[in-house]
Nanobody, 122 residues
């Protein structure tokens, strides 16, 4: 059975850093990504990676501050988050899919992690 296990969330001051991890078991995927959902708002795209090519994509709101990466041997994806802002506060979800469609669309992803809370306090 496919499973995505997230870790690394927590509480930091604005300007601080966190690194999220997402370990995939059961299979490999064409595309993996991160989405986030602030309280009372919709789930929005953050970043994604095409596994084979290592092509990377970012939402404008996080470009230059966040970095997505992979470890092929561990089948694990990371999200390094620097210069965190209060507006980054959300539940962050790891996602994976087998399609090469648009990475910012929820419909691309078939599997989801359990979510991890990220809070940046001013």
């Amino acid at each position: 059975q496919v499973q995505l296990v997230e870790s690394g969330g927590g509480l930091v001051q604005a300007g601080g850093s966190l690194r999220l991890s997402c370990a995939a078991s059961g299979r490999t995927f064409s595309t993996m990504g991160w989405f986030r959902q602030p309280p009372g708002k919709e789930r929005d795209f953050v970043a994604a990676i095409r596994w084979n090519s290592n092509s990377r994509y970012y939402a404008d709101s996080v470009k230059g501050r966040f970095a997505i990466s992979r470890d092929n041997a561990k089948n694990t994806m990371y999200l390094q988050m620097n210069s965190l802002k209060p507006e980054d506060t959300a539940v962050y979800y790891c996602a994976a899919g087998s399609s090469m469609g648009r990475v910012d669309l929820l419909s691309l992803y078939n599997y989801w992690g359990q979510g991890t809370q990220v809070t940046a306090s001013s």
